[in-house]
């Protein structure tokens, strides 16, 4: 079963809204989590670096304040789009890192975000 | 030039045939290497994780390194309809930003009955 779970799976929101996603490690802390976000037929691109307790680490490019990232505990990182315009319109993935089995590193289902 | 090269493909072939899946990086410091499949609308799903060169077969499916060609693959044999999805390869310098992945831009496959 999935070790990382994501929701919703599906939102679709008006154009200037806010929508959050959840992430949640199931079976394990995770101090780290990972959001990325993927355009149809295109690879996942990281979004930003989500740290339990502390401020989250964004990529070149992606606007701090439009996506605010909080991890208030070990098992639950949540991501929320603001003021969401049509062009957020995307798959937003979230991963966790799990050390102690193999160093491996799990993905939650995804979340579709459309923006009308 | 990207840090991570794949061929997107499509790539289309018959039931039982051997599949071939490769990734090219440039970035020396990768230490872990991955390979994910992912389905339409869903998250991706890890096959095989190798760390450093080498082999690993698991089952279907054989995951190479070569870190000195810095090139990847990943084989399928036997492969069956139910393996047409996006295959992805993906890369971990490790350390402190171990998780933070770097992909390639994904494989389409299909496989025909």
């Known amino acids: 079963g999935a070790v990382v779970s994501q929701h919703p799976s599906r939102v679709i929101c008006k154009s200037g809204t806010s929508v959050k996603i959840e992430c949640r490690s199931l079976d394990f802390q995770a101090t780290t989590m990972f959001w990325y976000r993927q355009f149809p037929k295109q690879s996942l691109m990281l979004m930003a670096t989500s740290n339990e307790g502390s401020k989250a680490t964004y990529e070149q490019g992606v606007e701090k304040d439009k996506f605010l990232i909080n991890h208030a505990s070990l098992t639950l990182s949540t991501l929320t789009v603001t003021s969401a315009h049509p062009e957020d319109s995307s798959f937003y993935i979230c991963s966790a890192p799990v050390h102690g089995r193999g160093n491996t590193i799990y993905f939650g289902e995804g979340s579709w975000l459309t923006v009308v | 030039q990207k840090e991570v090269e794949q061929d997107p493909g499509p790539l289309s072939v018959p039931e039982g045939a051997i599949v071939s899946l490769n990734c090219t990086y440039s970035?020396?410091?990768?230490?872990?290497f991955m390979w994910y499949r992912q389905y339409s609308r869903k998250g991706p799903e890890l096959l095989m994780y190798?760390?450093?060169?080498g082999n690993k077969e698991d089952g279907r499916f054989t995951a190479q390194v070569d870190k000195s060609s810095k090139y990847i693959s990943l084989f399928i044999r036997d492969s069956q309809p139910s393996d047409s999805a996006t295959y992805l390869c993906?890369?971990?310098?490790?350390?402190?930003?171990?998780?933070?992945?770097?992909f390639g831009q994904g494989t389409i496959l299909t496989v025909h009955p």
């Open positions: 190798t760390y450093s060169s």
């Open positions: 970035n020396s410091a990768f230490q872990y």
């Open positions: 993906a890369m971990d310098a490790g350390g402190t930003s171990y998780g933070k992945l770097t």
